[in-house]
């Protein structure tokens, strides 16, 4: 169970299992079962943006 999850969630969410198993880490110990459960959309959430604000703030069209 351990392994399958963070797998499943790299599949759906798109987040490392890495991250996955941080966050969740993080989440149970801050809030309980309650921020466990919260971790995983939350920390995709946070992915989701911090990619949006760095695609805007670096150039795309590099040309020398």
Known sequence: ???L?????KRAVGL???ITI?????GQEL????GAII?????????VL????LNDRI???ITE
């Open 59 to 61: 150039p795309q069209n």
């Open 39 to 47: 971790s995983v959309p939350f920390s995709a959430m946070l992915s």
């Open 1 to 3: 169970n351990n392994f």
């Open 50 to 53: 911090v990619n949006a604000y």
């Open 31 to 34: 809030f309980g079962i309650l």
């Open 22 to 26: 941080i966050s969740l880490l993080i």
């Open 5 to 9: 999850v963070p797998v499943i969630m």
């Open 16 to 18: 490392s299992p890495v």
